[in-house]
Structure formats: structure tokens, C-alpha cells
């Protein structure tokens, strides 16, 4: 399996408060990205890196922002949580991807209440 | 703007027969890669199989086959000989090839498949 941490597992918060979700990687893989999953949406991507400091947003990428200072680190902030992002959190990450394929993180079930 | 349709939300089948998922896409790229992620209970996204749509021949991995129609933009994934360790949520997904591709990848909603005994 990928080298991919995401941390926390499971997370209770607030409305109005920020949370931060980290992706940490022993692949050094130069892309990673933040997919949330709700039902009947699959996955959606947030926000993505193609290397450090070098970050471009995604699909649904309102509400959140993102960090990478290393390489083997991308953080993904909710700046003031609202209930509608309750949602599973997914770090992906990537070697090559104009051959496709990433590989997933454990991933993080956030609730916003 | 590219898409993936999954047909299907739940689907079923005995063990040790065979099934096939869905998936449809729509998309004006000529490269592209096509992939089925599984998804078990324990939430743990799994690459099951990849299609490079440049490749006309069909891609396989021990009981998981595909079906690629690229005219059609058809990508369905068959399982032969079921096992209960099959049972999880089926994602069909694409993503475009070189040209600047960043890896993004668009999925379909699923298909919840139950392996029953």
C-alpha cells in the first residue's frame, strides 16, 4: 500500500470554527490532491498541489484552502466549518499523472455541528 | 466538461457467479484514462483496474476484466467468480492524459454491490 497518513480519522467540530485536515506521504510523490465523498456525489475534487507551494483549486473548492511547504505534506482548512461540509475527506496522491491513477488515504470523516 | 455516469446504484449477485457494473463518460479528449476504485466497508479506496483509452485492447487483473468501447464511451467491469470479499462500492472514474494533465480525477456516484452467499 501507498505511504499515505491522513490525520485525524474522525473529527467532531463546530460551526463557525476552522479545522485543519493533514495528508502526509512516504512516496514523495510530486501531486496530491483533497477529493470529499458524500452520498450520491461520489468523489469530488477540493483543491490539488503539483508541488510544493504550487497548489490550484478544484471542482468545489469554496470554503476551503491549502498548504504545502514540503513535499510529503498537504493541509486542507476549513476557515469557519459549516454544516454542509459534513463529508468524508480523501488525500490522494500521485507520481505520474499523465498515466493516471492515484492512491488513496485512509480517509477522514469530518461532522460539522 | 468531462463526466462519468454510473447506471446502477446497487447491484447483487450469488458468489462465484459473474456480474458486470456500468459506466458510461462523456468526454471530447482522445486520451484519457478510465479506472474502477472499490470501495469496501472499510472505506479504504482501492485501485482495482486501469484503461488507457489509447489501447484498444481490454484490460484484465486476475478476476476483474473490462469491457472498453471507446466509440460508444462505455467502460464496464466484469467480476468473474464472485467472492464475498467483493462486496463495496464500485467507482468508475476519468481522468485526461498528458497534454498538462494534473492527475484530477472525475468519478461516477458508484454502485453498491452486495456478494451474497
Known amino acids: 500500500d501507498a505511504g499515505i497518513t491522513q490525520s485525524p480519522r474522525h473529527k467532531v467540530t463546530e460551526t463557525g470554527t476552522p479545522v485543519t485536515l493533514r495528508c502526509h506521504q512516504t512516496?514523495?510523490?510530486?501531486?496530491m490532491y483533497w477529493y470529499r465523498q458524500d452520498p450520491g456525489h461520489g468523489l469530488r475534487l477540493i483543491h490539488y498541489s503539483y508541488g510544493v507551494k504550487d497548489t490550484d483549486k478544484g471542482e468545489v473548492s469554496d470554503g476551503y484552502s491549502v498548504s504545502r511547504s514540503k513535499t510529503e505534506d498537504f493541509l486542507l482548512t476549513l476557515e469557519s466549518a459549516t454544516s454542509s461540509q459534513t463529508s468524508v475527506y480523501f488525500c490522494a496522491i500521485s507520481e505520474r499523472p499523465d498515466r493516471g491513477a492515484a492512491f488513496f488515504g485512509q480517509g477522514t470523516r469530518l461532522t460539522v455541528v | 466538461a468531462q463526466t462519468v455516469t454510473q447506471s446502477q446504484p446497487e447491484m447483487s449477485v450469488q458468489e462465484a457467479e459473474t456480474v458486470t457494473l456500468s459506466c458510461t463518460y462523456d468526454?471530447?479528449?482522445?486520451?484519457?484514462?478510465l479506472f474502477w476504485y472499490k470501495q469496501p466497508p472499510s472505506r479504504q479506496m482501492i485501485l482495482v483496474i486501469r484503461?488507457?483509452?489509447?489501447?484498444?485492447q481490454n484490460a484484465t487483473e486476475n478476476r476483474f476484466s473490462v469491457n472498453f468501447q471507446k466509440a460508444a464511451k462505455s467502460f464496464s467491469l466484469k467480476i468473474s467468480d464472485s467472492q464475498l470479499g467483493d462486496t463495496a462500492m464500485y467507482f468508475c472514474?476519468?481522468?485526461?492524459?498528458?497534454?498538462?494533465?494534473?492527475?484530477?480525477?472525475?468519478f461516477g456516484k458508484g454502485t453498491k454491490l452486495s456478494v451474497k452467499p
Open positions: 472514474a476519468f481522468t485526461k492524459a498528458l497534454g498538462g494533465s494534473q492527475g484530477n480525477l472525475i
Open positions: 484503461q488507457e483509452a489509447y489501447k484498444q
Open positions: 512516496e514523495n510523490h510530486r501531486y
Open positions: 468526454t471530447s479528449e482522445s486520451n484519457y484514462y
